[in-house]
């Protein structure tokens, strides 16, 4: 899909339930993919490239008979809360290249809707990244403190430095 995208001169970025999947090897299954578009990308565009590839859009997402996963497209800018995402990860697979946010940025992606939502799965996709990967834990504090929740952010540390499964950094 990224690599479709992209032939097709439209860069993205993985977000979502599917880092937190690729973060955790398969330990939580997301049941879609988002990606987020670099550049606007007109709506008619995008739904011709999509349907090149296969894809019919049904709502706001897209879906592949081949493909158990519902695409969500996002217009920019890339960004979690008011920060904007300036480092993404790359993930190879059969020499394809897919960028994604960074261990790091997923946990502050998990945490905002736990954040704003009190969305407590979200919370413990946060949990499960960071028991998998190395997490910048300075970063996820000081973005918690910018988006005014370091309450939330308490509550999540205490959590993450008393789980002897998470990968402390």
Request: aromatic share 8%.
């Amino acid at each position: 899909m990224a690599h479709h995208l992209l032939n097709n001169g439209i860069e993205v970025v993985l977000t979502g339930g599917a880092c937190v999947s690729i973060y955790s090897h398969n330990r939580y299954a997301s049941l879609d993919l988002d990606f987020v578009t670099m550049t606007t990308v007109h709506p008619r565009l995008m739904v011709a490239v999509l349907a090149r590839g296969g894809f019919r859009k049904e709502g706001r997402v897209f879906v592949h008979p081949e493909c158990p996963f519902a695409v969500d497209i996002l217009a920019p800018p890339l960004s979690i809360g008011a920060e904007p995402v300036r480092k993404t990860a790359t993930l190879t697979v059969r020499r394809m290249k897919m960028k994604l946010l960074t261990p790091t940025d997923s946990v502050k992606d998990r945490l905002a809707a736990y954040y704003y939502w009190n969305d407590l799965q979200a919370l413990e996709q946060a949990l499960l990244i960071c028991r998998h990967q190395l997490v910048h834990l300075a970063s996820v504090r000081r973005w918690s403190d910018a988006e005014g929740h370091l309450d939330k952010f308490r509550e999540f540390r205490k959590t993450f430095m008393s789980d002897p499964k998470t990968r402390k950094r």
